[in-house]
Structures are given as structure tokens and as C-alpha cells.
């Protein structure tokens, strides 16, 4: 599968954005997705994480109760609404696909990722 992350850009703090992940190939529904963001000068982070049904989500604490994470599996796609943004979001932020035999199951760690898209940038500006 390839993955097409966009959507990023610069907005103030207190904004919103709403990054996109496209997959193509077959069968995306039977993909567990995540996002991961690394920053200037550290390493990559986990953000969030969905089920290949879509129905259970996991999020980082630092992002949890602003992100929400989201799936259109007719449309192969995830998406990321990101509100509250602040300055510490700021990082190129990249979606992640493994192909999942449990329905429900989240992947939290980046090494189980089979698959990456390129980053989008993310910057929140003071």
C-alpha cells in the first residue's frame, strides 16, 4: 500500500488542522493506521493510532482530548483533526499502515508499521 499524507501547514496557536492520509492499493480496510511526528532535533513520536474497522482509536496524552483520528475506509482514507494546536505540535507529521488480522486491535509502537507516506509539515507559530 502507498500512503499520501497532506493537509499540513502554518497556523497560529489555538487554530486547527486537519491532516489527510490517501492509501492506495486493495483492501485498505484490513490496515490498522497511525500517525507519528518527529521534530527539529528529536526523535519520532507516536500520536495517534486506529483499528482497521475504525472503531477504537488510542492517543498520545499529549495530544489526547484535541486530536481525533478518523477513517473513511470507502474513501481509503485516515484523517487527523487537530485542534488547540500549539507550538509544541510543531513537527513533520507522517501516517503509517499495517495490515491487522484483529479488527480492533491499535499499534502504538512505529516498529510495527509496515508502511509509511511521507511527512507533512505542522507548524504552530506563538
Known amino acids: 500500500v502507498q500512503l499520501q499524507a497532506s493537509g499540513g501547514g502554518l497556523v497560529q496557536a489555538g487554530g486547527s488542522l486537519r491532516l489527510s492520509c490517501a492509501a492506495s492499493?486493495?483492501?485498505?480496510?484490513?490496515?490498522?493506521m497511525g500517525w507519528f511526528r518527529q521534530a527539529p532535533g528529536k526523535e519520532r513520536e507516536f500520536v495517534a493510532a486506529i483499528s482497521r474497522s475504525g472503531g477504537r482509536t488510542y492517543y498520545a496524552g499529549s495530544v489526547k482530548g484535541r486530536f481525533t483520528f478518523s477513517r473513511d475506509n470507502a474513501k481509503n482514507t485516515v484523517y487527523l483533526q487537530m485542534n488547540s494546536l500549539k507550538p509544541e505540535d510543531t513537527a513533520v507529521y507522517c501516517c503509517?499502515?499495517?495490515?491487522?488480522?484483529?479488527?480492533?486491535?491499535?499499534?502504538?509502537?512505529?516498529?510495527?508499521?509496515?508502511?509509511w507516506g511521507q511527512g507533512t509539515q505542522v507548524t504552530v507559530s506563538s
Open positions: 492499493g486493495p483492501s485498505f480496510s484490513s490496515y490498522a
Open positions: 503509517a499502515a499495517i495490515r491487522s488480522s484483529s479488527t480492533g486491535f491499535v499499534y502504538t509502537n512505529s516498529g510495527s508499521y509496515e508502511y
